[in-house]
């Protein structure tokens, strides 16, 4: 069973259907008590960093989170995959949920629009499981202003964007995907049938 954490701020349906599609067991919850029993989390995330935080905070999740990820894998998702990390400076520098070193803040590539919004390939970097049925170069669909500042050994895959962006990050359990990879096609597909596999 995947569990989908539901706090008020993430693509949950777009997840879900993805998850439907591949024949996967999954949920959308808000019960603590879900995510104790699932076999794996996904935390979605859309809108800004200061509001999720406070919305997840409200939820009263953010200890069942952080005490799960010890013990099963979690995907942070866009937003969701931002807030994995210690901070975010959005608006206002706010704690995240510090499962993964590091720091999220705004672009600024030069001569390149943000967002970045549209298909962009992957760049290997670090062993990482998701890949597994993954070609490096194969494309994926972002959407998104802030990026994560994190140490190398702790990303799968960069794109490029002006500068190397940090795409898919691991730190033990624990995995998250600037990208969506529910609207990244068999690429993405393949990286979620490798996250239901772990």
């Given at each position: 069973?995947?569990?989908?954490?539901?706090?008020?701020?993430?693509?949950?349906?777009?997840?879900?259907?993805?998850?439907?599609?591949?024949?996967?067991?999954?949920?959308?919850?808000?019960?603590?008590?879900?995510?104790?029993?699932?076999?794996?989390?996904?935390?979605?995330?859309?809108?800004?960093?200061?509001?999720?935080?406070?919305?997840?905070?409200?939820?009263?999740?953010?200890?069942?989170?952080?005490?799960?990820?010890?013990?099963?894998?979690?995907?942070?998702?866009?937003?969701?995959?931002?807030?994995?990390?210690?901070?975010?400076?959005?608006?206002?520098?706010?704690?995240?949920?510090?499962?993964?070193?590091?720091?999220?803040?705004?672009?600024?590539?030069?001569?390149?629009?943000?967002?970045?919004?549209?298909?962009?390939?992957?760049?290997?970097?670090?062993?990482?499981?998701?890949?597994?049925?993954?070609?490096?170069g194969e494309y994926v669909y972002f959407v998104h202003s802030f990026a994560a500042e994190c140490l190398s050994e702790n990303v799968a895959?960069?794109?490029?964007?002006?500068?190397?962006?940090?795409?898919?990050?691991?730190?033990?359990?624990?995995?998250?995907?600037?990208?969506?990879?529910?609207?990244?096609?068999?690429?993405?597909?393949?990286?979620?049938?490798?996250?239901?596999?772990?």
């Open positions: 069973m995947i569990a989908i954490i539901d706090y008020g701020a993430g693509n949950l349906f777009s997840v879900k259907n993805a998850l439907d599609f591949l024949g996967f067991e999954n949920q959308i919850t808000a019960s603590a008590d879900d995510l104790r029993a699932a076999d794996k989390l996904i935390l979605p995330g859309v809108g800004a960093f200061p509001d999720a935080m406070k919305k997840l905070s409200e939820s009263g999740l953010i200890g069942v989170i952080k005490e799960e990820a010890n013990k099963k894998p979690l995907l942070g998702i866009c937003l969701g995959m931002q807030m994995l990390f210690e901070k975010g400076y959005e608006f206002t520098e706010t704690d995240g949920l510090g499962l993964i070193k590091g720091s999220v803040k705004l672009m600024t590539p030069k001569g390149l629009d943000v967002p970045h919004m549209g298909w962009n390939s992957l760049e290997f970097n670090e062993p990482c499981r998701l890949l597994d049925n993954v070609k490096n895959a960069y794109c490029d964007y002006g500068a190397k962006v940090p795409a898919l990050v691991q730190n033990g359990n624990v995995f998250g995907a600037q990208f969506h990879p529910e609207k990244s096609g068999e690429t993405g597909l393949n990286i979620l049938r490798s996250f239901e596999a772990l």
